[in-house]
């Protein structure tokens, strides 16, 4: 999404030969590449972490207001959109924050919402840097099959993503 206006003509030239598109974001951009991008995009995958603006700011370094903006933008254009919800432990797995989320996906209905379980596959990567491992809780299947429940309970679609 950042090299937006770099990529259009490349999304054009795909677009032309009728080439399906999708999108993994966060939404933190600015409005002008998302409205590039909508124009070529035929799905978009949306990834809420945190819904709380402060620690949005300081753990994503991501400015919730541009996201909420952006999502206006997205819903308004009819564009399909599947939400991606990572679970971890610590972050956004919280009670606060999957109320939130819940009252968010209340408003905008997406196609789908896929919750996706923190893994430890980096565990190698920090060991092999000599960094300390993060230190956050792992979370349980019943939580993210709970998690599930009361995203399904507003009637809308959600999996929970095995990795």
């Known amino acids: 999404m950042l090299q937006a206006n770099n990529l259009e003509p490349f999304f054009r030239r795909l677009k ?6 999708a999108v993994e974001t966060y939404l933190f951009v ?3 590449k998302l409205r ?4 070529y995009i035929n799905l978009f995958y949306v990834y809420i972490k945190i819904l709380d603006a402060v620690m949005s700011q300081d ?6 207001d541009l996201f909420f903006e952006n ?3 997205l819903f308004s254009s009819g564009m399909p959109v599947v939400f991606c919800l990572p679970v971890i432990g610590g972050y956004t797995d919280g009670a606060d924050n999957r109320r939130r989320v819940v009252e968010f996906l209340q408003r905008y209905k997406p196609i789908k919402v ?3 379980k923190e893994h430890n596959l ?3 990567k920090y060991q092999s840097l000599s960094l300390p491992m993060p230190d956050n809780k ?14 399904e309970e507003i009637g809308i679609l959600a999996e929970v993503c095995k990795v």
């Open 30 to 32: 600015l409005e002008d």
């Open 16 to 21: 032309a030969e009728h080439i399906h598109m």
């Open 71 to 73: 999502i206006e933008i």
């Open 59 to 64: 753990v994503l370094c991501g400015n919730l």
């Open 36 to 39: 590039v991008v909508l124009k």
């Open 122 to 124: 980096g565990i190698s």
């Open 138 to 151: 792992v979370t349980s299947d019943e939580m993210m099959e709970d998690y599930k429940k009361e995203i």
């Open 114 to 116: 896929e919750l996706i």
